[in-house]
T-cell receptor
Framework: KAGVTQTPRYLIKTRGQQVTLSCSPI?????VSWYQQTPGQGLQFLFE???????NKGNFPGRFSGRQFSNSRSEMNVSTLELGDSALYLC?????????????FGPGTRLTVT | AQSVTQPDIHITVSEGASLELRCNYS??????LFWYVQSPGQGLQLLLK??????LVQGIKGFEAEFKRSQSSFNLRKPSVHWSDAAEYFC?????????????FGTGTRLTVIP
């Protein structure tokens, strides 16, 4: 069974631009969660989607948004990029229970904002 | 407010030695507790979790953790470390709120294993 895939793996953007990251969960998994990892703030939960609906949300500003499609694939969007948005963005999928369940993580997308 | 503290930034142990990684949490109710491991080749992986019941939890790769409510701790242990255990370890607490469940991670402990 294929694991969680994230595209692109690396991305360089300029401050003020927007970016969209993609995540394909493990087949059969309906919950997709997103996390941000930075040296300064560590690992932080962004949000979780289940059945195309945002089920849980962390403490991030509205510039960070996401969506989930009917095939459970998810996208995360960051608008008006700031230098501090430079991070490794991780996506995780689980069967149904979500962030308290056993989650399977993708390799991440490394975003650099210049 | 919920928080997780991992007091050791970096730990070095010899292969075959025992290991204990410390984790203290702050949470008002009975917590959901997790240990994750992150290594370059394997990404982030769940080692074990505690929701309720037996306070000694067994995980994958020979790891175990003990929940001690009186000490607000959830320390990770392994009796004999292997070189492949070198990685970064994260403790996390799950906060339950309707529509706003959240996972709070500690800052991580980097484990180096000496042959």
């Amino acid at each position: 069974k294929a694991g969680v895939t994230q595209t692109p793996r690396y991305l360089i953007k300029t401050r003020g631009q927007q970016v969209t990251l993609s995540c394909s969960p493990i087949s059969g998994h309906r919950s997709v969660s997103w996390y941000q990892q930075t040296p300064g703030q560590g690992l932080q939960f962004l949000f979780e989607y289940f059945s195309e609906t945002q089920r849980n949300k962390g403490n991030f500003p509205g510039r960070f948004s996401g969506r989930q499609f009917s095939n459970s694939r998810s996208e995360m969007n960051v608008s008006t990029l700031e230098l501090g948005d430079s991070a490794l963005y991780l996506c995780a999928s689980s069967l149904s229970t979500g962030i308290f369940d056993e989650q399977y993580f993708g390799p991440g997308t490394r975003l650099t904002v210049t | 407010a919920q928080s997780v503290t991992q007091p050791d930034i970096h730990i070095t142990v010899s292969e075959g030695a025992s290991l204990e990684l410390r984790c203290n949490y702050s949470y008002g109710a009975t917590p959901y507790l997790f240990w994750y491991v992150q290594s370059p080749g394997q990404g982030l992986q769940l080692l074990l979790k505690y929701f309720s019941g037996d306070t000694l939890v067994q995980g994958i790769k020979g790891f175990e953790a003990e929940f001690k409510r009186s000490q607000s701790s959830f320390n990770l242990r392994k009796p004999s470390v292997h070189w492949s255990d070198a990685a970064e370890y994260f403790c996390a607490v799950g906060a339950r709120q309707t529509g706003a469940n959240n996972l709070f991670f500690g800052t991580g402990t980097r484990l180096t294993v000496i042959p």
